[in-house]
C-alpha cells in the first residue's frame, strides 16, 4: 500500500522555523515526483511546490518562493520542506502528495493539484501564533 506520513508540524512563534518530512511507505521514491501543499481554514488547498523524482528540478508557486525549501533524500524515503519566517497567515494544514515520474514528466512539476494522483498524506498541522 502506497503511503505518505508528514510529519514535524506543530505551535511556533511567528518569526519562528520549521522542518516539515515526508516519508514515504510501501513504495520508493526514486520513481516520484513529490509537491506539498497546504490547506489554511476556510481555505482551498493551495500548491506550495513540486521536487521532481530525482531532485534536479523545483517548481515553487510564486508566492512561496521567499520562504520555502524543499529538498529530498531518496535513500531514506523522504522528502523535506523548510518553512522560514513563519507568519500567522502561514497556518493550515500541510501535505504531501506524489506523482509518477512517467506520467509527469520533471520539467511539468509543478504544484498543481490535478497531477498528484498517486497518493496523499493526512498532512500534519502548522499553528504559527505567539
Known amino acids: 500500500q502506497l503511503q505518505l506520513v508528514e510529519s514535524g508540524g506543530g505551535l511556533v512563534q511567528p518569526g519562528g522555523s520549521l522542518n516539515l518530512s515526508c516519508v514515504a511507505s510501501?513504495?520508493?521514491?526514486?520513481?516520484?515526483?513529490i509537491g506539498w501543499f497546504r490547506r489554511a481554514p476556510g481555505h482551498e488547498r493551495e500548491g506550495i511546490v513540486c521536487?521532481?523524482?530525482?531532485?534536479?528540478?523545483?517548481n515553487y508557486a510564486d508566492s512561496m518562493k521567499d520562504r520555502f525549501t524543499v529538498s529530498r533524500v531518496n535513500a531514506k524515503n523522504t522528502v523535506y520542506l523548510q518553512i522560514r519566517s513563519l507568519k500567522p497567515e502561514d497556518t493550515a494544514v500541510y501535505y504531501c502528495?506524489?506523482?509518477?515520474?512517467?506520467?509527469?514528466?520533471?520539467?511539468?512539476?509543478?504544484?498543481?493539484?490535478?497531477?498528484?494522483?498517486?497518493?496523499w498524506g493526512r498532512g500534519t498541522q502548522v499553528t504559527v501564533s505567539s
Open positions: 502528495a506524489a506523482a509518477h515520474r512517467e506520467r509527469i514528466s520533471p520539467s511539468k512539476c509543478v504544484p498543481n493539484l490535478m497531477i498528484f494522483d498517486v497518493s
Open positions: 510501501g513504495f520508493t521514491l526514486d520513481d516520484y515526483h
Open positions: 521536487i521532481s523524482n530525482n531532485g534536479g528540478v523545483t
